[in-house]
C-alpha cells in the first residue's frame, strides 16, 4: 500500500504533463496533419491509460474528443458541420476502445509483478524457514530421525550419530534391525512399527537400543507419523539417551529403600534395645537368686539340679539379650587388653560353624604377635563378618587364612597408606582365594549400605561396622583385591608392650575375701532388683540403706552422711537419675565410692566423662560376684588414696 500511495503522484503528474503538451500542439499538429481529430487524441490517452490504468485510460479517452472539438472550435479550425459530418464521432469510439485496453493491458501488467513480487517474497521466507528448521534439527539434543514406509532411514541428524555412533552417510537408507534395535527388542518395535502406520500418535517407547562400539543404551522415542494429501507418507522420530538418568533413578530408588531398611532397622533396633534392657532386669533377678539359691543348698540337695537348670537357661536368655543389644547397636563396650591370637583361638570352633565344608580354614599366628587394647567381643565381630565375607566370595569352596603378626612402620612412606601413623602394630589379615573384586568395588569397599550382595542377603553395613570397630580402636584396615585372584583384609591395631594385668577378681581366692562391714547406699527403682543387690550385700556383711530414686537417696545422705562409705545407684530412675544423685551427693560425700548399674550404652558414655578413681559402671545383668568384687575393690583403693593423703 505504500508503495502504490508513493508512485500515485509521479503518475498523475506524467498525466497531466501529457495533456498540457496535447492542448498546446493540438491546432498546430491539426493543421498540418488535417482534420482527423481521433488521431491526434491517441496520444494523451495512451499516455493516460498507460500511465494511470484501466479507469484512467477510460476516462482520458472519453473527454479527449470534446477537448479537441471545443479546442477546434474556439479556434475556429473547423465548424460544427464538418466536425459532426467527417470522422470525428468514429474517433470518439476509437479512443474510447483504445484507451480501455491500454488501460487493461497496464492493470495486467501491474497484477503479474505484484504476483511476481509476492511469490519471490514467500519463497524466500520459505527458504529462510527451512533454512531456520534445518538449523534447529542439526543443533537440537535430541535425535531427529525420518523414516520411509519401508522403515528405512531419509534423515538422521547430528543428535542420532551422537547418541548411536553411526554417521548420516552410515545410517541414510538403513533398517533399524541393521543398526540399533537389538534382536530382543524386535518384536516390540514391529508392534510400534504397525502402531505408527495405522496413525496412532501414541505410539511412543522407553527401550533398550545398541551403539555402533556395542554398547546398550535405554532410549526415549517419540514419534509421529507423518501425512500428505491425508495419507501416511513416513515416520518422525525423536530420541533421547536417557541411560545416565535412568541409572539415575534406579539409584534414588535403591537409596530410598535403603533409607526405609535403615528406618526400619533402626525401628526393629529401638523396640530390641528396649525389650533387650527390661529383659536383663529380670535377668539379673532371675540369675541372682538362682546364685543364691545354689549357695543354699547342699550338694546333695535334689533341688540342686532344678536351681542349675534356672541358672543355665538364665545365662542363654542373657546371651539372647546381648544379641538384641549389639543387633540395636547398644552392646557395652568394654575395651582390655589381650592378644589375638588367644580371641582367634576361641573362636576358631565358632568361625568353622560359620564357614561351609568346602572351604579350609588355616590359621597361621605368630607366636610373637603381641598385645592390643580392644573388646573381644568386638573382635569376634570382625572375625565373623570378614569370615562370612570370605565365605561368600568363595562360592565353590577355598582357603580362608587367618595370618597375626607384629609390624614396625617408622614413617607414613613405609606404612604404604598416607593416613595411616607410623607406631607398633598387630596386623591381623584374613584373606581369600575367592573371586576378587575391581577397582570400582574397592572405592566404596566400607561405605555403609554397600553391598554386591543380591537383595535380601546383606545389609552393606557389615564392613562399615569392622571400619567403625578398627577406627574406634585407634587402628587402621585396608583391602588388597584382584578380580579371579582372591580378598585380603589388614587390619592394624595399636600394640600395648605394658603386661597385661590378671583379673583382679582371680587374686581373691575366697568368697571370704570380697566381704565387708560398710555402710552402702542402694538406689533402684525396681523392687526385685533392688531386694536382690540388698540381700547379695547383706549376705557379704555390708550394711544396706535403700532409696527407689535419687532424690530420696540425696535427702538420706544428707541425714547419715558420715557413717555411708559406698553408694550401688541405676542410672535411670524417676524423679532423679543416678548421675544427677551422684553430683549433689558427692559435693557432700567427695571420697564417696560410687557404683553405677546399667544397660544402656548412652550411659556409658555420659558417666565415663565424670568417672573418677572411686567410681565403676556395672553392666547389667551383673552377677554376685561381680558386685561384689567391683565393691571390694573400689572401697580398698580409695582407703588406699586415704592413707597416702591423695
Known amino acids: 500500500m505504500a508503495e502504490g500511495r508513493s508512485m500515485s503522484n509521479p503518475r498523475i503528474a506524467a498525466a497531466l504533463v501529457s495533456w498540457v503538451v496535447y492542448g498546446f500542439a493540438f491546432i498546430p499538429i491539426h493543421r498540418l496533419l488535417g482534420p482527423s481529430v481521433a488521431t491526434l487524441n491517441i496520444l494523451p490517452v495512451m499516455a493516460t491509460g498507460l500511465l494511470l490504468g484501466m479507469w484512467a485510460g477510460l476516462i482520458a479517452s472519453l473527454t479527449a474528443f470534446p477537448v479537441s472539438l471545443l479546442l477546434l472550435l474556439f479556434s475556429g479550425e473547423v465548424s460544427w458541420n464538418a466536425m459532426t459530418h467527417g470522422g470525428g464521432l468514429t474517433g470518439s469510439i476509437l479512443l474510447v476502445l483504445i484507451g480501455t485496453a491500454v488501460g487493461l493491458l497496464h492493470d495486467k501488467v501491474e497484477q503479474v509483478k505484484k504476483e511476481l513480487a509476492k511469490r519471490a517474497r514467500a519463497e524466500e521466507a520459505l527458504r529462510k524457514s527451512e533454512a531456520t528448521l534445518q538449523l534447529q534439527i542439526e543443533r537440537m539434543p535430541n535425535g531427529c530421525i525420518m523414516w520411509d514406509l519401508d522403515f528405512l532411514v531419509v534423515s538422521w541428524n547430528p543428535a542420532a550419530a551422537r547418541i548411536f555412533g553411526f554417521t548420516e552417510e552410515e545410517a541414510l537408507g538403513k533398517h533399524p534391525y541393521d543398526l540399533i534395535v537389538p534382536k530382543s527388542a524386535q518384536l516390540d518395535t514391529d508392534r510400534i512399527w504397525q502402531r505408527l502406520l495405522e496413525g496412532d500418535i501414541s505410539a511412543t517407547s522407553v527401550n533398550e537400543n545398541i551403539t555402533k562400539d556395542g554398547r546398550t543404551i535405554t532410549c526415549d522415542w517419540t514419534n509421529t507419523p507423518l501425512r500428505e494429501d491425508g495419507n501416511i507418507v513416513g515416520v518422525l522420530s525423536m530420541v533421547q539417551d536417557i541411560t545416565e538418568r535412568k541409572l539415575a533413578e534406579e539409584q534414588l530408588r535403591e537409596s530410598e529403600g535403603r533409607v526405609r531398611q535403615m528406618q526400619k532397622m533402626e525401628a526393629i533396633g529401638q523396640l530390641a534395645g528396649g525389650i533387650a534392657h527390661d529383659f536383663n532386669n529380670i535377668l539379673m533377678v532371675i540369675l541372682g537368686f538362682s546364685d543364691l539359691l545354689l549357695r543354699k543348698l547342699a550338694s546333695d540337695d535334689s533341688l540342686l539340679e532344678y536351681a542349675r537348670t534356672i541358672k543355665t537357661a538364665a545365662l542363654k536368655a542373657s ?159 585396608y583391602a588388597c583385591s584382584e578380580l579371579g ?162
Open 319 to 477: 546371651d539372647l539379650t546381648n544379641q538384641l543389644l549389639a543387633f540395636s547397636r547398644k552392646q557395652m563396650i568394654q575395651p582390655r587388653v589381650v592378644r589375638l591370637n588367644e580371641l582367634i583361638r576361641d573362636g576358631e570352633k565358632m568361625l568353622r560353624r560359620l564357614i561351609r565344608e568346602d572351604v579350609e580354614l588355616v590359621l597361621d599366628m605368630s607366636p610373637e604377635a603381641g598385645q592390643v587394647k580392644v573388646d573381644p567381643g568386638q573382635v569376634s565381630q570382625i572375625l565373623m563378618n570378614l569370615s562370612a565375607n570370605a565365605r561368600d566370595a568363595m562360592p565353590q569352596g577355598g582357603k580362608l587364612i587367618i595370618e597375626t603378626r607384629n609390624v614396625d612402620f617408622a614413617s607414613r612412606m613405609a606404612t604404604g597408606h598416607a593416613e595411616m601413623r607410623p607406631g607398633r602394630y598387630v596386623m591381623m589379615a584374613i584373606s581369600d582365594n575367592g573371586v576378587g573384586m575391581d577397582d570400582a568395588i574397592k572405592s566404596h569397599l566400607f561405605e555403609p549400605f554397600f553391598t554386591t550382595k543380591e537383595l535380601g542377603k546383606g545389609t552393606g553395613l557389615g564392613l562399615a561396622t569392622v571400619y567403625g570397630i578398627v577406627k574406634q580402636s585407634k587402628g587402621f584396615i
Open 485 to 646: 585372584k582372591g580378598t585380603t583384609f589388614k587390619t592394624y591395631l595399636p600394640r600395648i608392650d605394658t603386661p597385661r594385668v590378671a583379673d583382679e577378681g582371680q587374686s581373691r581366692e575366697s568368697g571370704e575375701s570380697l566381704r565387708g562391714t560398710e555402710t552402702i547406699l542402694l538406689v533402684e527403682d525396681e523392687v526385685e532388683v533392688r531386694n536382690l543387690v540388698r540381700i547379695i550385700l547383706q549376705n557379704s556383711g555390708y550394711t544396706v540403706v535403700e532409696a527407689e530414686n535419687g532424690k530420696e537417696a540425696v535427702r538420706k545422705c544428707r541425714e547419715m552422711r558420715a557413717s555411708i562409705h559406698g553408694m550401688v545407684t541405676d542410672v535411670v530412675m524417676p524423679q532423679m537419675g543416678g548421675k544427677d544423685a551422684v553430683l549433689q551427693i558427692r559435693q557432700l560425700c567427695p571420697n564417696l565410692v560410687v557404683l553405677f548399674m546399667t544397660g544402656y550404652t548412652e550411659d556409658f558414655v555420659t558417666l565415663n566423662e565424670m568417672l573418677d578413681e572411686g567410681m565403676a559402671i556395672l553392666q547389667k545383668p551383673l552377677r554376685a560376684e561381680e558386685l561384689l568384687r567391683q565393691l571390694r575393690d573400689s572401697l580398698d583403693r580409695v582407703k588406699g588414696l586415704w592413707k597416702h593423703g591423695t
